[in-house]
Antibody, heavy 122, light 110 residues
Framework: EVQLLESGGGLVQSGGSLRLSCAAS????????MLWVRQAPGKGLEWVSV????????YYADSVKGRFTISRDNSKSTLYLQMNSLRAEDTAIYFC???????????????WGQGTQVTVSS | QSVLTQPPSVSAAPGQKVTISCSGS????????VFWYQQLPGTAPKLLIY???KRPSGIPDRFSGSKSGTSATLGITGLQTGDEADYYC???????????FGGGTKLTVL
């Protein structure tokens, strides 16, 4: 059974940093790209970033480019999102998801975690 | 403003059919697979449709997807009160080199 468990969320001041983690199990982690999607309070889904299975390719939404860094540790089956220079508009629930297709980067997830709340105070 | 355009809300009676549209462009829907997600209140999104029209195991055939040109449609037949949720379309955008979602559609089963 695929399981994704996010952690690392919390309250941080504007301009601060936070690192999110997503522990994965139940599938061959290194074979799949992984992504982050966020949802601001009362708003829709916003795609944030995706990383290939090897970690060699990464893609970002314009809204986070240059501030967020996605990475992974395949030996620990864990996905990360380093968030720097945080702004009030980054306040959201952050979901990690497993990419649907093996090997290839599709950028859309099939299995999702329950999310972790990030609140940026101004 | 979302890259993909969905109606904010749709409604229909129990047992009826509803469709939700998703409009994009040649850089996203026109040349990439479309995905549809269901999000019940307070829960994570759940994959309903992938690759335009395929259903993951466990998703009933009341849910269907189609794509034509730069638009896609989610269809739900035999509506149930449990189908009340937010529905999102998503795909890859080759020009942005990023994933994109529609703004979401709230389904009300009257």
């Amino acid at each position: 059974e695929v399981q994704l468990l996010e952690s690392g969320g919390g309250l941080v001041q504007s301009g601060g940093s936070l690192r999110l983690s997503c522990a994965a199990s139940g599938f061959s982690f290194s074979s799949y790209a992984m992504l982050w999607v966020r949802q601001a309070p009362g708003k829709g889904l916003e795609w944030v970033s995706v990383i290939s299975g090897s970690g060699g390719s990464t893609y970002y939404a314009d809204s986070v480019k240059g501030r967020f860094t996605i990475s992974r540790d395949n030996s620990k089956s864990t996905l990360y999102l380093q968030m720097n220079s945080l702004r009030a508009e980054d306040t959201a629930i952050y979901f990690c998801a497993k990419d649907r297709v093996i090997i290839k980067v599709v950028g859309m997830g099939d299995y999702w975690g329950q999310g972790t709340q990030v609140t940026v105070s101004s | 403003q979302s890259v993909l355009t969905q109606p904010p809300s749709v409604s229909a009676a129990p047992g009826q059919k509803v469709t939700i549209s998703c409009s994009g462009s040649s850089s996203n829907i026109g040349n990439n697979y479309v995905f549809w997600y269901q999000q019940l209140p307070g829960t994570a999104p759940k994959l309903l449709i992938y690759d335009n029209n395929k259903r993951p195991s466990g998703i009933p055939d009341r849910f269907s997807g189609s794509k034509s040109g730069t638009s896609a449609t989610l269809g739900i037949t035999g509506l149930q009160t449990g189908d009340e949720a937010d529905y999102y379309c998503g795909t890859w955008d080759s020009s942005l080199s990023a994933g994109v979602f529609g703004g979401g559609t709230k389904l009300t089963v009257l």
